[in-house]
């Protein structure tokens, strides 16, 4: 009987094949005989085992695995090859010594009632691994944050039930955060986050809720609630998240801001911006009265010198000193702000005439010029001078009218410095 010519080269074509299939597979998949003998290992099984394309001429297990790793799979090997089929994790090194976490499968070839070799298949789960662990790092030091911000964090499912919450629980409603994991949020502690539940309501009806309250205590706390609709999916609400923040501290805060934003922190007279807003107000009430109103513009003479020659701490000292003389010369009506430095600004308002302005200009001017005492320094003698302009109506701007001043300004101390000038 003569066998077809092609018979041979067509099983050669299905062993190639069969090997492109294999070196295609990410896991490393080889076969040994009962003496250990590797008789098949693909691509990715060559590279792991740094074993190369070369013929495998009869390469054992041992040579394959190294005498250490191989005696440590001895009591492995020996069940395959006994029948059992077997998997586990082993976490070792590849042979370039680096760290690697595998999956192996020990399966064993069994024909007509006897093992005629082992099929090992093995999944590298080294990046599967590392990525769970960088996973678990996150989520450790996401919680870390979340317990240590000054925010209730938490998390209500469908059923109302508190899911997460972090560890500002306890130092708002006085119990772990362990023990309201599982409540409901009509229960009596979690009661007073969520008032009458109408906001959580809406949260699961997918609507974005805030709101303002107050939680009883000793120290009673106003905070702000907002619960966002977490969405999974076709867009179902699946629970919320709630975030609250402690609103009696920014209060606090707020209030502080407004204070420095408005006032000078070193003489606690009003800033350049708190001026601003009271030029442009008595400007608009003398547009009203037609009575005339002036704005003085005064700076401290040579003040460099003196910071220069006895040190910042006795020039605050001139300058806190100055500011309580310009208050006490002039009346409660009347405005005395710091602009910077050693600039200060008066707004003269409801002044019977513009020659007016000038007497009360001079009057501040003549009393800067009795010593201030200075602790450290003794008596010093400082100087100002003093620009003023004036206003009763038309289009004239702030900002027009406080240049008007510093022209005035600058012409007297062109003049030698102490003393005051008009603006034209």
Excluded at 87 to 103: C, F, K, M, S, V
Excluded at 237 to 248: H, I, K, M, P, R
Aim: aromatic content about 6%.
């Amino acid at each position: 009987m003569t066998s077809h010519p092609d018979a041979q080269s067509t099983t050669d074509e299905d062993v190639q094949r069969l090997r492109r299939i294999a070196d295609s597979l990410p896991s490393f998949v080889g076969y040994y005989d009962p003496q250990q003998r590797l008789l098949f290992g693909n691509a990715a099984f060559r590279r792991h085992y740094g074993i190369g394309d070369a013929p495998l001429d009869g390469l054992t297990l041992r040579e394959v695995l190294g005498d250490e790793r191989h005696a440590a799979s001895s009591a492995r090997i020996a069940r395959a090859l006994a029948g059992e089929c077997q998997r586990y994790q082993l976490h070792t090194r590849n042979n370039a010594g680096e760290p690697a976490d595998l999956i192996i499968e020990d399966v064993p070839d069994i024909q007509d009632g006897r093992v005629v070799g082992v099929m090992v298949l093995i999944t590298d789960i080294t990046e599967l691994r590392q990525a769970e662990a960088e996973r678990e790092a996150s989520d450790k030091r996401l919680r870390t944050i979340a317990d240590n911000l000054p925010v209730l964090i938490g998390y209500v499912d469908r059923a109302l039930k508190l899911g997460f919450c972090n560890a500002t629980f306890h130092d708002w409603l006085g119990q772990a955060p362990q023990a309201l994991v599982g409540r409901r949020i009509d229960d009596p502690a979690l009661r007073p986050l969520f008032r009458d539940g109408g906001p959580a309501r809406r949260a699961l009806d997918g609507e974005r809720v805030s709101y303002e309250d107050e939680l009883p205590g000793e120290s009673p706390r106003w905070h702000r609630t907002t619960l966002v609709p977490d969405r999974h999916g076709d867009d179902e609400v699946v629970g919320f998240f709630l975030l609250s923040t402690d609103e009696t501290t920014q209060r606090i805060a707020q209030q502080q801001l407004a204070a420095l934003a408005s006032f000078d922190h070193l003489t606690g007279l009003p800033n350049r911006m708190r001026f601003e807003e009271r030029l442009a107000e008595a400007m608009e009430r003398t547009r009203r009265s037609g009575r005339p109103m002036a704005l003085v513009f005064l700076d401290l003479d040579r003040f460099k010198q003196v910071n220069d020659t006895f040190g910042h701490a006795a020039g605050d000292e001139l300058l806190r000193q100055l500011a309580q003389r310009l208050q006490a010369g002039v009346r409660q009506v009347d405005t005395v702000a710091r602009l910077a430095g050693d600039e200060f600004v008066v707004i003269l308002e409801g002044l019977h005439s513009a020659q007016e302005a000038g007497v009360v200009a001079g009057q501040l001017v003549g009393s800067m010029r009795v010593p201030f005492e200075l602790d450290g320094v003794g008596a010093l003698r400082a100087t100002v001078s003093a620009g003023v302009s004036v206003y009763a109506r038309g289009p004239m701007t702030a900002a027009q009218l406080l240049a008007q001043a510093d022209r005035a300004l600058y012409a007297v101390k062109a003049d030698g410095r102490d003393g005051v000038r008009s603006a034209a």
